[in-house]
């Protein structure tokens, strides 16, 4: 053990400790990843974090109605059956502060904030090829230095305030719902306008209609959802849950998406109208995320997607007492789940108060924003006096893009993913050795329950670093043939689910003006992904380039 206390990097003299390892980010990523380098390997390991405290983008996201689509059981590390007994969960779906507390809890139980810096934003990466070793430049201006970079960022952590003409004039107050100030906003008494209706703008509409005196929804895609039907867990449910944790733990194990149900092996059409529409009720009664498992072909085949569809869309009809704003509601122009399928409170049901008011602003878009509010091209203006951005993230490779991260040759990460995001299972750039990034475009990630990923990726990662440890192995760095094969079979995978027709969903880039139209998640599954890596590490980390010691001296 170090003599002098150490302090997130730095020793108590103020010295820096010669680092193995620089994680960015202390979310559910970075957090494990520290546990497992430390702890596990002993490694001396970093986490450098912008924030002020834990929890990654639960520490951002303080949204109104902020909350996880994941049950609370499901949405927690699966690694300790110690963390798992101990904490337990209030609610079906944990909200935003209650997730916050227990990433909090586990970051005191596994004693990580010692190593942890806070407030230390990262500006710059550059890899040192002669040392063999990444530079790591704060806003602060520090530099540190360390052989292995992870990042662990987060995929939705880059938020996106779309550049709407006239913002710096508007004389009320505005907030992305990615950077929620944390003293929270006061709507009382305001007239609100909401822009964005994914699955943040759908959780947020019915509670700030709860306090604000008129709101306004602007909607550009109309979107379905589906009830989340949250609720306190009642004792009986909690000791069952705790009874059930090997059971969950393999279910999340062996699901494509990593939640803790499985999709029915039937076809939509293996059934008749009548039964088909008794399943989807029975769906939508239990509520959440697992509606799209009644079926197994509702994300691969059109006709069966529309049955689901047509479902859903008739349920806001239903729903919506004024037929012209249902209208609008149910005018959805993407197959069902092919953008990130949201589930609600009562988000339809708030359009039937009478202070609420939907806008489409596909038919009549923003034009500007004004002093006084927003006006559309038809010249029609609303008043405000606050705007809130439910306007999504650069996903994927915006939180990556700007550490500007600098490989071999001085080609900067920017410069390599010009055309779009390319790597290796997700987690290695050619050209970046090293570097692993936890969650990266090209991995399941954003497409299932991300503590699962994680956990995957976080314990790949930890014993891939070991093996090269064990193999007097310097260097890993994906090649640049393992990258192409692999890029192919993303794409393959994606163009074998209706996912890449929701021409503007951010799985694209499609959200953010100029980036590359590249379908960035692995659409192959979970399980699959986890069988694949671990036959390229079975295989002696197949598709990588390792350099050893003897080789690095030459
Ligand atoms: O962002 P989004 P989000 N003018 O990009 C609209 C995760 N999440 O923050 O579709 C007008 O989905 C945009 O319209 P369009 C989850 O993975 C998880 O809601 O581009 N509108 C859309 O309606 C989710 O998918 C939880 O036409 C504009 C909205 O803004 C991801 O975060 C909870 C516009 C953005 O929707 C992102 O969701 C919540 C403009 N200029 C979120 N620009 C969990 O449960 C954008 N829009 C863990």
Redesign the pocket.
């Known amino acids: 053990m170090a003599s002098v206390a150490m302090n997130g990097g730095i020793s108590a003299d103020g010295a820096q400790r010669k680092l193995d390892a620089i994680i960015i980010g202390a979310g559910f990523s970075g957090m494990y990843q520290l546990h497992c380098l430390r702890d596990r390997l002993g490694l001396n390991a970093v986490v450098l974090e912008a924030a002020d405290g834990v929890g990654g983008t639960w520490y951002w996201n303080r949204y109104p109605g902020?909350?996880?689509?994941?049950e609370s059981h499901s949405y927690c590390f699966q690694f300790s059956d110690e963390l798992l007994t101990e904490w337990e969960w209030s609610e079906r779906y944990p909200g935003q502060a209650e997730i916050l507390r227990y990433m909090n809890f586990v970051a005191d139980k596994l004693d990580l904030k010692r190593d942890i810096r806070f407030k230390t934003r990262v500006v710059g990466a550059r890899y040192d090829e002669a040392a063999n070793r990444w530079t790591v430049t704060t806003e602060g201006g520090e530099t540190l230095t360390a052989k292995y970079l992870i990042t662990a960022v987060g995929c939705?952590s880059s938020a996106?305030v779309?550049k709407?003409p006239g913002l710096e004039t508007f004389e009320g107050d505005w907030y992305h719902?990615?950077l929620w100030p944390h003293e929270g906003v006061d709507f009382s008494g305001k007239r609100v306008g909401q822009?964005?209706?994914?699955?943040?703008?759908i959780?947020a509409v019915p509670v700030i209609a709860q306090t604000a005196k008129t709101l306004t929804v602007?909607?550009?895609?109309a979107?379905y959802s589906v009830p989340a039907h949250n609720a306190p867990l009642s004792p009986e449910r909690k000791r069952e849950l705790k009874e059930r944790l090997a059971e969950t733990r393999r279910t999340m194990r062996s699901t494509p998406n990593g939640h803790p149900f499985v999709i029915e092996n039937r076809s939509v059409f293996d059934v008749d109208d009548d039964e088909r529409l008794r399943i989807f009720e029975k769906q939508w009664e239990m509520g959440g995320l697992q509606f799209r498992a009644a079926f197994k072909d509702i994300l691969l085949d059109k006709k069966a997607n529309d049955e689901a569809a047509n479902f859903l869309k008739n349920k806001i009809r239903q729903i919506v007492k004024d037929p012209e704003t249902a209208e609008k509601l149910a005018n959805i122009d993407h197959p069902y789940s092919t953008?990130?399928p949201p589930i609600d409170s009562f988000y339809f049901d708030t359009y039937n108060k009478p202070h609420v008011k939907l806008v489409d602003?596909r038919s009549d878009p923003?034009e500007a924003i004004t002093p006084k509010g927003i006006r559309l091209k038809s010249g029609e203006e609303h008043e405000l006096d606050i705007i809130v951005f439910?306007?999504?993230?650069d996903a994927m490779t915006g939180s990556l893009l700007r550490l500007n991260i600098t490989g071999r040759g001085g080609r900067t990460l920017s410069e390599s993913w010009k055309a779009g995001p390319t790597n290796y299972l997700g987690l290695q750039v050619s050209g970046f050795p090293n570097l692993f990034t936890i969650t990266g475009p090209g991995s399941p990630s954003?497409l299932c329950n991300m503590p699962v990923p994680i956990e995957q990726h976080v314990e790949w990662i930890t014993d891939c670093i070991d093996y090269m440890r064990r193999h007097d192995v310097e260097a890993i760095e994906a090649t640049p043939e393992a990258m192409d094969r692999w890029v192919a079979h993303v794409n393959d995978a994606a163009n074998a689910t209706l996912m890449p027709q929701a021409g503007?969903s951010?799985y694209l880039g499609a959200?953010v003006p100029g980036k590359p139209r590249v379908f960035m998640p692995y659409a192959g599954g979970m399980a699959r992904y986890r069988g694949i890596c671990d036959d390229v590490a079975a295989k002696g980390y197949e598709g990588f380039e390792m350099t050893r010691a003897s080789a690095m001296a030459k």
């Open positions: 902020a909350r996880c689509d994941s939705l996106n779309p709407i719902t990615g822009i964005g209706t994914g699955s943040t703008g959780q602007f909607q550009r895609t979107n953008k990130r602003v923003i439910a306007t999504g993230f954003v503007h951010w959200n």
